[in-house]
């Protein structure tokens, strides 16, 4: 069964959005206040 080009993109495409989607809320759930701070006390 040939899978089409299209067709791996979507997939592809569905799971790195899908993964950087959830790794961005949990970045927010974190409280925006707090992440920046501690982002900028590291630098």
Do not use: C, N
């Not at 299209?6 to 974190?30: D, M, P």
């Amino acid at each position: 069964m040939m899978i089409d080009a299209a067709t791996v993109y979507i997939i592809v495409f569905f799971v790195v959005s899908s993964y950087f989607g959830h790794q961005l809320l949990h970045r927010v759930i974190q409280t925006p206040a707090q992440y920046t701070r501690g982002e900028e006390g590291v630098r």
